[in-house]
């Protein structure tokens, strides 16, 4: 069973930064992606950046040049840096992962962390 625990959300001021991190834990037998979502009151989900196994990465237009996505050196591990932040940044971040559980076959399966909150005001 593959289970994603994200941290270093809470309350900042606009203009300033923070990093969250999500870690990866289970049966895992491959990754394939790993991308941070957002989700605002009365809004729909949306994709704020991914990172496949290869390095490659993705960025929704609202974040570029604010925030990056990495891998850290341990490959379960996905952290989101996110700078400059604004209070339309506000909203609950969400972990997922798109791999392959051991002991399952194609195609991969999709997890997601229980979310946690980031909150942009003065």
């Known amino acids: 069973q593959v289970q994603l625990v994200e941290s270093g959300g809470g309350l900042v001021q606009p203009g300033g930064s923070l990093r969250l991190s999500c870690v990866a834990s289970?049966?895992?037998?491959?990754?394939?992606?790993m991308a941070w979502y957002r989700q605002a009151p009365g809004m729909q989900r949306e994709l704020v950046a991914s990172?496949?196994?290869?390095?490659?990465?993705d960025y929704a237009d609202f974040v570029k040049g604010r925030f990056t996505i990495s891998r850290e050196n341990v490959k379960n591990k996905v952290s989101l840096q996110m700078n400059s932040l604004q209070s339309e940044d506000t909203a609950v971040y969400y972990c997922?992962?798109?791999?392959?559980?051991?002991?399952?076959?194609?195609?991969?399966?999709?997890?997601w962390g229980q979310g946690i909150q980031v909150t942009v005001s003065s």
């Open positions: 997922y992962l798109l791999g392959i559980e051991s002991g399952t076959y194609p195609p991969p399966g999709e997890y």
């Open positions: 990172i496949t196994s290869g390095e490659i990465t």
């Open positions: 289970g049966n895992i037998f491959s990754i394939h992606s």
